[in-house]
């Protein structure tokens, strides 16, 4: 069983940076590979990005590449998400997940957090 809480959200202006925050409790965090994924009112939960369970394989969706980098710190059990050059379309409620697969759909992932939000202003 791993428990995830998220943290780091907040209101920022376009062209702005947050720092995103996964916190994990529960055994063996260090063999999972965690995800972030994002949804916006209306719309369907997306994936953002994934990091492998060393943290030497990443992948970001295109929508964010060269702008968020996803890192992780097994000792402290946290995977961050750095955002940078944030845009209005950014704005959704960020979730992070976690799998034992590399995968892209939220079906994939077991263990969801909560949610924290981010609001990016024009």
């Known amino acids: 069983q791993v428990q995830l809480v998220e943290s780091g959200g907040g209101l920022v202006q376009a062209g702005g940076s947050l720092r995103l925050s996964c916190a994990a409790s529960?055994?063996?965090?260090?063999?999972?590979?965690v995800g972030w994924f994002r949804q916006a009112p209306g719309k369907e939960r997306e994936f953002v990005s994934r990091?492998?369970?060393?943290?030497?394989?990443?992948y970001y969706a295109d929508s964010v590449k060269g702008r968020f980098t996803i890192s992780r710190d097994n000792a402290k059990n946290t995977v961050y998400l750095h955002m940078n050059s944030l845009k209005s379309e950014d704005t959704a409620v960020y979730h992070c997940?976690?799998?034992?697969?590399?995968?892209?759909?939220?079906?994939?992932?077991?263990?969801w957090g909560q949610g924290t939000q981010v609001t990016v202003s024009s």
């Open positions: 529960g055994r063996t965090f260090d063999s999972y590979v």
């Open positions: 997940a976690a799998s034992r697969i590399r995968g892209l759909r939220p079906s994939e992932y077991d263990y």
């Open positions: 990091i492998n369970w060393s943290g030497g394989s990443t």
